[in-house]
């Protein structure tokens, strides 16, 4: 990680398409993966040739460690479909991979309760209760 110290271009795209956090994450390198998202590493940059993302292609191969180390990154797009429409959580499906499926799962599901928390935030007390007579 002394290339990443010394500057070098952690989203520089290889003459194969693939940028090193996509390379890293194909080949299940998760301490080189969370090396370059310190970095600055792009990690929804697609594959110029297949459009896939490293999160896609962690999940297609089973690399666990490095799914989690992607969706440590806070701006990670779990839900972005490569060029035929299959999703990272299909694709692990698909494959069969249980833990990359659980991890994805679980962030969906702490996204929908941070989304809940937000609607909560906006409700008005009067609201609150016109919501709670109408569910009884």
């Given at each position: 990680m002394?290339?990443?110290a010394g500057g070098a271009d952690v989203n520089k795209i290889r003459t194969s398409g693939s940028s090193p956090v996509y390379t890293a994450s194909k080949h299940g390198h998760a301490a080189a993966v969370q090396a370059l998202i310190r970095g600055g590493?792009?990690?929804n940059r697609e594959k110029v040739?297949?459009?896939t993302t490293p999160l896609y292609i962690a999940c297609k191969r089973g690399h666990v460690e490095v799914v989690r180390a992607l969706l440590r990154a806070r701006n990670v797009d779990?839900?972005?479909a490569q060029r035929g429409g299959a999703t990272p959580v299909l694709t692990a499906s698909h494959y069969g991979?249980?833990?990359?499926i659980e991890l994805l799962v679980e962030v969906r599901?702490?996204?929908r309760e941070r989304e809940r928390e937000r609607k909560r935030g906006r409700e008005t007390?009067?609201?609150r209760v016109c919501m709670m007579v109408t569910s009884v």
């Open positions: 002394a290339l990443i590493a792009d990690v040739t297949l459009k779990v839900n972005k991979h249980v833990g990359c599901r702490r996204e007390p009067v609201l």
